[in-house]
């Protein structure tokens, strides 16, 4: 298996992870963001790319308000909400999912050259 598959797999469980930290713990909003920030943090790490900082806080801001948005707009809401209309586990659901997704498309841009 080369590097970027082995990459791609890892990032995969990683972003299970992110999931399964919600699933389980929405309601443990603190042990919830515990785990998610640790999970962010080995997503960082497993890319080696410094502008991984960035593009997490991109992801977690940017998507952050667009969830407040659509919360404040009535297109949805959620059960427990700490700041905004928001849980306060979503902003670093989304810098996760912002690493996740630079990392398969770095992926399918290797798989398909």
């Known amino acids: 298996m080369n590097k970027?598959?082995?990459k791609m797999v890892v990032m995969s469980v990683l972003a299970l992870g992110t999931l399964l930290s919600i699933v389980f713990f929405w309601r443990d909003w603190i042990l919830?963001?515990?785990?998610?920030?640790l999970l962010g943090l080995l997503m960082m790490v497993i890319e080696g790319k410094w502008d991984s900082v960035l593009l997490y806080f991109i992801a977690f801001i940017?998507?952050?308000?667009?969830?407040?948005?659509?919360?404040?707009?009535?297109?949805?809401?959620y059960?427990?909400?700490?700041?905004?209309?928001i849980s306060a586990w979503l902003p670093f659901v989304w810098g996760n999912a912002g690493l996740f997704m630079r990392r398969a498309n770095e992926f399918i841009v290797y798989f398909f050259r």
């Open 4 to 6: 970027q598959t082995q």
């Open 32 to 37: 919830a963001v515990v785990l998610l920030v």
């Open 62 to 77: 940017f998507g952050s308000l667009s969830e407040i948005v659509a919360v404040h707009f009535g297109a949805w809401d």
């Open 79 to 85: 059960t427990l909400p700490q700041f905004a209309g």
